[in-house]
């Protein structure tokens, strides 16, 4: 048995080196994350306040769901060339040129400005009930008929752009509680078409998400009991001093909402 010693000496040691790599081995080299954040003003963080110098009319917060989830977890890179009023176009012609094969997460919202959400709002708010229906039926033809298009070719970019990629697409809240009578403001008929013509396009979205084997987060739920007309509301109601950020998550609607959604997604 004594010349075994030799042998077992030499396993152990083995076994050292190997637990101590495991011990001493950074999360880095087990999960490299070169993050890019693309989309519209959802993913900016307009109305989630502090916007950076550099974002210029883009209006990129720092409380947007993308940065602080960076914050939280250090991924190797993250960049955010998220920006207000964004199409789907746009983000292929202006953003999607950030993304490359190294890239392996991206976020994005996109396909409300392509039916004019902000244009509907616009309508409902200084025109009534009548003018606001129309808009939003109009709006719901406008998303059945350009925006599975539209978004084919943001997704197939995206795609083309980050070939090794996981591809998080997160939809938009619905702005509006109907359940709660009293709400100041639109009428409760209003108010429930907004809301239909929202679950219309996010729809569409998550068909399209599928479509292309992306992975879909869906922020509606995590909105709910914080709609607009509840009492601790994510998201800013009409805000005649800053017209951009009315309709948009407030910074508790971006960490409590939509930040958690991404978090579970991103994996």
């Not at 883009?58 to 964004?86: E, M």
């Not at 922020?219 to 998201?235: K, N, Q």
């Not at 005649?240 to 609607?253: K, R, V």
């Given at each position: 048995?004594?010349?075994?010693?030799?042998?077992?000496?030499?396993?152990?040691?083995?076994?050292?080196?190997?637990?101590?790599?495991?011990?001493?081995?950074?999360?880095?080299?087990?999960?490299?994350?070169?993050?890019?954040?693309?989309?519209?003003?959802?993913?900016?963080?307009?109305?989630?306040?502090?916007?950076?110098?550099?974002?210029?009319?883009?209006?990129?917060?720092?409380?947007?769901?993308?940065?602080?989830?960076?914050?939280?977890?250090?991924?190797?890179?993250?960049?955010?060339?998220?920006?207000?009023?964004?199409?789907?176009?746009?983000?292929?012609?202006?953003?999607?040129?950030?993304?490359?094969?190294?890239?392996?997460?991206?976020?994005?919202?996109?396909?409300?400005?392509?039916?004019?959400?902000?244009?509907?709002?616009?309508?409902?708010?200084?025109?009534?009930?009548?003018?606001?229906?129309?808009?939003?039926?109009?709006?719901?033809?406008?998303?059945?008929?350009?925006?599975?298009g539209n978004l084919n070719n943001l997704y197939n970019s995206i795609r083309s752009h980050a070939p090794n990629a996981k591809v998080v697409v997160l939809d938009y809240p619905v702005f509006y509680d109907t359940s709660v009578w009293g709400c100041i403001g639109l009428s409760s008929t209003s108010r429930a078409k907004i809301d239909e013509g929202i679950n219309m396009a996010d729809g569409i979205i998550k068909t399209a998400v599928a479509a292309h084997g992306f992975t879909?987060?869906?922020?509606?739920?995590?909105?709910?009991?914080?709609?607009?007309?509840?009492?601790?509301?994510?998201?800013?109601?009409?805000?005649?001093?800053?017209?951009?950020?009315?309709?948009?998550?407030?910074?508790?609607?971006?960490?409590?909402?939509?930040?958690?959604?991404?978090?579970?997604?991103?994996?």
């Open positions: 048995m004594r010349h075994l010693r030799p042998l077992v000496a030499a396993a152990s040691a083995v076994a050292t080196v190997a637990v101590t790599a495991l011990l001493t081995a950074g999360p880095a080299s087990a999960a490299t994350r070169n993050y890019v954040a693309l989309g519209d003003s959802y993913s900016s963080g307009v109305g989630a306040g502090s916007y950076t110098s550099e974002s210029g009319s883009c209006d990129r917060s720092p409380n947007a769901y993308s940065a602080l989830w960076a914050k939280a977890h250090l991924p190797t890179s993250y960049v955010s060339v998220a920006c207000s009023g964004a199409t789907t176009s746009s983000v292929i012609s202006t953003q999607v040129s950030a993304l490359s094969s190294a890239t392996n997460l991206v976020s994005v919202t996109a396909g409300g400005n392509d039916v004019g959400f902000s244009n509907i709002m616009q309508t409902c708010v200084l025109y009534g009930t009548t003018q606001c229906v129309a808009a939003v039926n109009n709006a719901e033809a406008k998303s059945q008929s350009i925006l599975p879909f987060a869906e922020a509606r739920p995590a909105f709910v009991g914080h709609e607009i007309c509840d009492g601790t509301s994510w998201l800013h109601s009409l805000n005649y001093l800053d017209i951009g950020e009315s309709y948009h998550p407030t910074a508790a609607g971006q960490s409590g909402g939509y930040l958690p959604v991404f978090t579970s997604a991103a994996g």
